[in-house]
């Protein structure tokens, strides 16, 4: 008999805003849900993802879409590590596209699109970039440049012609568009709201975003994210066997 979910969650553990231009860094737990929400629309999340006993073991670009015959990121994706497992699973999607491939921006980008904007300048409203602000979480949890990897970038959409060009897709994200995630490994979470290295904004793009923590559901056998892919299974086997003695 095909088995159902259990109510999955109500009221938020923990409820937060991440300003725009900012950044900030946790450790989920197995069996939670990290719900990103875009306050204002716009948002743009670049996001890594370390495991916090060994941060070696850390979020993989390639073997997430290649495993999943994909280029974007939407509801029923897990969110591969590259030792196999999966640090996340896409459990709801508002808006169907994430872009994981485009990276971050830096300083050097953000002052010759934006100008800059220093902290004596204009205080906690200066112009920080996605680069240095991963730098900065990493070094929190002992890691560096050495560690860094190919980026999530949630809210925003790169699409592709017939020839591979990329082009970044304004407006793609309205005001209270949802992503929840649920965590099934301890994962260290590394978010910054800076701007996409596409973005054509002619201001620099500063956008909030809510976070909230949740409870999760016991994961079944048939649930979709689960059953997405052949690689999908294979990867919560590589979980279970690594929880095994936990």
Same mark, same amino acid.
């Given at each position: 008999?095909? %088995?159902?979910?259990?109510p999955?969650?109500?009221?938020?553990?923990?409820?937060d805003?991440?300003?725009?231009?900012?950044?900030?860094?946790?450790?989920?737990?197995?069996?939670? #849900?990290?719900?990103?929400?875009?306050?204002?629309?716009?948002?743009?999340?670049?996001?890594?993802?370390?495991?916090?006993?060994?941060?070696?073991?850390?979020?993989?670009?390639?073997?997430?879409?290649?495993?999943?015959?994909?280029?974007?990121?939407?509801?029923?994706? #897990? $969110?591969?590590?590259?030792?196999?497992?999966? /640090?996340?699973?896409?459990?709801?999607?508002?808006?169907?596209?994430?872009?994981? #491939?485009?990276?971050t921006?830096?300083?050097?980008?953000?002052e010759?699109?934006?100008?800059?904007?220093?902290? %004596?300048?204009?205080?906690?409203h200066?112009?920080?970039?996605?680069?240095?602000?991963?730098?900065?979480?990493?070094?929190?949890?002992? $890691?560096?440049?050495?560690?860094?990897?190919?980026?999530?970038?949630? /809210?925003?959409?790169?699409?592709?012609?017939?020839?591979?060009?990329?082009? /970044?897709?304004?407006?793609h994200?309205?005001?209270?568009?949802?992503?929840?995630?649920?965590?099934?490994?301890?994962?260290?979470?590394v978010?910054?709201?800076?701007?996409?290295?596409?973005?054509?904004?002619?201001?620099?793009?500063?956008?909030?975003?809510?976070?909230?923590? /949740?409870?999760?559901?016991?994961?079944?056998?048939?649930?979709?994210?689960?059953?997405?892919?052949?690689?999908a299974?294979?990867?919560?086997?590589?979980?279970? $066997?690594?929880?095994?003695?936990?």
């Amino acid at each position: 008999m095909l %088995q159902t979910a259990a109510p999955l969650y109500a009221t938020p553990l923990y409820d937060d805003l991440i300003p725009g231009g900012s950044h900030w860094s946790f450790i989920m737990r197995r069996g939670h #849900v990290l719900r990103l929400i875009d306050e204002t629309g716009g948002a743009n999340v670049g996001m890594l993802m370390y495991n916090p006993e060994n941060p070696l073991e850390r979020y993989n670009m390639p073997d997430t879409l290649k495993n999943q015959h994909t280029f974007l990121l939407t509801k029923g994706h #897990v $969110l591969l590590s590259d030792m196999g497992r999966v /640090f996340a699973s896409i459990i709801r999607d508002d808006l169907g596209w994430h872009d994981t #491939v485009a990276g971050t921006c830096n300083a050097d980008l953000v002052e010759k699109r934006w100008g800059k904007k220093t902290y %004596q300048e204009a205080h906690n409203h200066y112009h920080r970039n996605g680069f240095n602000s991963f730098l900065n979480e990493l070094a929190k949890y002992g $890691l560096g440049k050495k560690d860094l990897t190919a980026n999530l970038n949630w /809210f925003s959409k790169v699409k592709t012609d017939d020839d591979g060009n990329m082009a /970044f897709s304004e407006g793609h994200s309205h005001a209270g568009a949802t992503v929840d995630l649920r965590f099934e490994m301890d994962t260290i979470v590394v978010l910054h709201t800076c701007p996409h290295p596409m973005n054509p904004a002619s201001e620099y793009p500063s956008h909030p975003l809510r976070y909230q923590l /949740f409870k999760a559901a016991p994961v079944i056998d048939a649930d979709p994210c689960k059953t997405s892919s052949p690689e999908a299974t294979r990867a919560f086997a590589n979980n279970a $066997l690594y929880h095994l003695f936990q």
